[in-house]
């Protein structure tokens, strides 16, 4: 269980540096554009070249960890246990006791008539 957490936390640390780098470039492939020497790595094309390559490594680490974080929870879940525990004895209804009983409607008796209502004033 403590790998799991480790793990977690790893992942949370490669997801926010993910989203640092990510918004660190430009939506032109700019890179940090900070300018310098035009061949070195801190030129805008060096630094362009370093955070792609970056996000693409973060990106393989957090799919990666998502796979082992999977797997992990569901070794350690384990379906067996879960079916032992299982009670499959067939359950029987039992009447309810709070329940109102079924309501059948009286009859008259044969040869009287239901009685009529009288309209009163």
Do not use: C, H, N, Y
Request: no cysteine; glycine share 10%.
């Amino acid at each position: 269980m403590s790998l799991f957490i480790f793990l977690t936390v790893v992942q949370a640390i490669i997801a926010a540096a993910l989203v640092g780098v990510v918004l660190m470039q430009r939506s032109e492939g700019g890179g940090l554009g900070v300018g310098g020497s035009p061949s070195g790595m801190m030129s805008a094309r060096g630094a362009a070249d370093f955070l792609t390559r970056t996000t693409k490594w973060l990106a393989v680490a957090f799919v990666v960890l998502s796979i082992v974080l999977a797997a992990l929870a569901v070794e350690t879940s384990g379906g067996s246990s879960i079916d032992t525990t299982l009670d499959r004895t067939p359950v029987q209804a039992e009447p309810d006791p709070l329940a109102a009983p079924a309501q059948v409607p009286a009859q008259a008796p044969a040869g009287e008539a239901a009685p009529a209502e009288t309209p009163t004033e």
